[in-house]
């Protein structure tokens, strides 16, 4: 099924960013749940989202992180951590182990 497949990292960056970083919203508001609540830390990206669709990109675009708007709740590491879609990968490994087999070490 994933035979001849190719897959192009710098096409793959180029569409998520795109999203201008809205697409680690999620990411971020579930790293936020735990030190403000669930609902308020949804309503705080919520709005930040909004912002970001009326004035430019998203508040924590990985190293472009705005001072003091979430690290100070979670720290600057782990805030970047959350802004990278690339450890936004979800059941990544169990698909590729399913498709391909077992990754043997290089």
């Not at 994933?2 to 960056?13: A, F, P, T, Y």
């Not at 675009?61 to 979670?74: D, K, L, M």
Request: overall charge positive; glycine content about 10%; aromatic content about 4%.
């Amino acid at each position: 099924m994933s035979k001849g497949l190719l897959v192009d990292e710098s096409r793959m960056r180029r569409n998520l960013d795109l999203t201008q970083g809205l697409i680690v919203a999620e990411a971020v508001m579930m790293g936020l749940a735990p030190h403000l609540g669930r609902q308020n830390a949804h309503d705080i990206v919520y709005e930040a989202c909004r912002e970001a669709l009326g004035q430019g990109p998203f508040p924590v675009r990985g190293a472009e992180v705005e001072p003091g708007r979430f690290q100070c709740v979670i720290g600057t590491i782990r805030l970047r951590a959350l802004c990278d879609p690339a450890n936004y990968l979800g059941r990544r490994r169990a698909w590729q182990t399913r498709l391909c087999g077992p990754s043997r070490p290089a």
